[in-house]
């Protein structure tokens, strides 16, 4: 089970703010967020199975898509889970059933757009789509915001108490994001299934500005402080119109 926490707050500097922690078997290969798709201008982890991702992050339109695996785990598709997010900011429509309802299992993936948070949600059978209003969500196996689970309530309750941070590029993570950098142990994973370990094997921190600007970093142990940034464009580190502050 994966976990996304999120602020969106449209009328501020910076309108998304978003942690993404990845739980998968410790033992599936992948590789740290980069630019993996040659001809895209995507950058986001790779799954070396499937070739898709769990985060894509586009920062020529400053937009960004995530999934998370939701029931059923298997529906006959022939469509990887992974491939979600790239399509989600590849595509020049919206996504429609003709292509989603070939997905292996159920879903929901989270696409990020300066102007407005969209989910769409995959059960085997039916597609539902809702728009993602401001404030502070988490996107879970059940899906948005679910209030018996208990993974969401603490995501929620520890995104109230995280004061306003700074993800201007160029500071260090821990100076940029303050205690976004140390998720509660509670939403963090690490037990067995059939013989294999099952663990939070990464974590992403995510800010996408109103002018344009974008911050990206990553953590292969999102229980421990190593925090880093991704690379990214230099036309991404920069504000894209006049007047935005440094």
Not at 167 to 174: C, D, F, N, V
């Amino acid at each position: 089970m994966c976990t996304v926490a999120l602020r969106y707050a449209p009328d501020t500097r910076w309108p998304v703010l978003l942690l993404a922690v990845r739980d998968e078997f410790t033992d599936r290969p992948w590789l740290p967020p980069a630019a993996h798709w040659p001809g895209s201008s995507l950058i986001g982890g790779l799954d070396l199975e499937s070739g898709g991702t769990w985060l894509a992050v586009d920062p020529a339109t400053t937009s960004a898509a995530v999934v998370v695996n939701a029931a059923p785990a298997a529906t006959g598709g022939t469509l990887s889970r992974g491939e979600l997010p790239l399509r989600l900011l590849s595509d020049a429509a919206d996504p429609a059933a003709d292509w989603v309802a070939r997905a292996r299992g159920g879903f929901h993936a989270l696409r990020i757009r300066p102007d407005g948070l969209t989910v769409w949600s995959w059960d085997g059978s039916a597609l539902r789509q809702a728009e993602v209003g401001a404030g502070r969500h988490v996107l879970l196996y059940p899906g948005l915001d679910d209030p018996d689970h208990p993974r969401a309530r603490t995501a929620l309750a520890w995104l109230a108490t995280l004061p306003e941070p700074d993800p201007r590029p160029g500071l260090t993570p821990t100076s940029a994001w303050g205690a976004w950098t140390e998720p509660p142990h509670d939403l963090l994973v690490d037990t067995e299934h059939g013989g294999r370990r099952y663990a939070s094997t990464s974590a992403a921190l995510l800010a996408l500005g109103a002018d344009g600007l974008l911050r990206y970093d990553f953590t292969a142990d999102p229980a421990a402080d190593t925090w880093a940034p991704v690379r990214l464009p230099a036309e991404a580190a920069a504000p894209l119109t006049k007047g935005a502050a440094a």
